[in-house]
């Protein structure tokens, strides 16, 4: 790797949580303890299941994160785009990955070897520091999605769902907000905990109301305000 791309990607892993906090020498030097994994669209990063000896950080590119149910079913967890972390149990010690990491589109990734990372916190308190506030954001998210699955109607956690998504991975098209890669209904119904029927009747009533238009695979905010309204159980106008 370039002196040059070493110091860019080293500014960009500034804005990485378990890295904030470091001077650029320092993030120099655990840019260079890194390797590029490249991967075509489709392709895993890693499987649920297999041994975790390795943490990521998305360089380009998109990666979805799921799981499997013992009935065979894929649950899409999350959604991740250029910044993020993943693979997270690679660093902090867990024996295998809980989840899979495929790539939504072409996706690059820096991976740091578990090994890296052990000698990353045992000589940087301030990523050792950073690791514990990781950790507790996780399991912030984790409670919130809970609790959201408990209590609110579907039609806010489907209308959260998608402005995560824009806001996560969208780009403006003469009709309004587009998400910029494939997301199918299913894919939307294993984000929120319902089904493949409630989103796809959510979809529909809102395209006749002219707040969506959705294809095969495709979405575009029309209307991203009334979506806004509905997540946060406001009067829509």
Not at 24 to 53: M, N, R, Y
Not at 113 to 130: G, Q, V, Y
Not at 189 to 213: C, D, F, H, K, P
Not at 222 to 234: G, N, R
Request: hydrophobic share 45%; proline share 4%; net charge neutral.
């Amino acid at each position: 790797m370039a002196a040059r791309e070493t110091s860019e990607i080293a500014q960009r892993l500034a804005h990485v949580p378990l890295f904030e906090g470091l001077p650029v020498d320092t993030l120099v030097t655990i840019v260079k303890l890194a390797h590029p994994k490249a991967l075509e669209t489709g392709a895993l990063f890693f499987s649920e299941g297999d041994q975790a000896d390795a943490f990521f950080v998305l360089t380009s590119g998109r990666v979805k994160l799921s799981q499997m149910t013992p009935e065979g079913h894929q649950v899409v967890l999350r959604l991740i785009g250029p910044g993020d972390a993943f693979g997270g149990v690679g660093a902090f010690g867990g024996p295998t990955y809980p989840v899979s990491a495929e790539a939504v589109d072409a996706s690059v990734a820096l991976a740091w070897t578990s090994a890296a990372m052990r000698h990353l916190f045992e000589t940087e308190s301030t990523i050792a520091l950073n690791a514990l506030h990781f950790v507790s954001g996780r399991l912030h998210d984790l409670q919130r999605l809970y609790r959201q699955l408990m209590t609110e109607r579907v039609e806010r956690r489907v209308a959260r769902a998608l402005l995560r998504l824009v806001h996560d991975a969208g780009r403006r098209v003469d009709a309004g907000i587009e998400i910029s890669f494939p997301i199918s209904r299913q894919d939307i119904a294993e984000m929120t905990g319902t089904t493949l029927y409630t989103v796809s009747r959510l979809l529909s009533g809102w395209e006749e109301r002219g707040i969506v238009q959705s294809s095969r695979q495709h979405i575009v905010l029309v209307k991203p305000h009334v979506l806004v309204a509905i997540s946060e159980d406001l009067p829509s106008r």
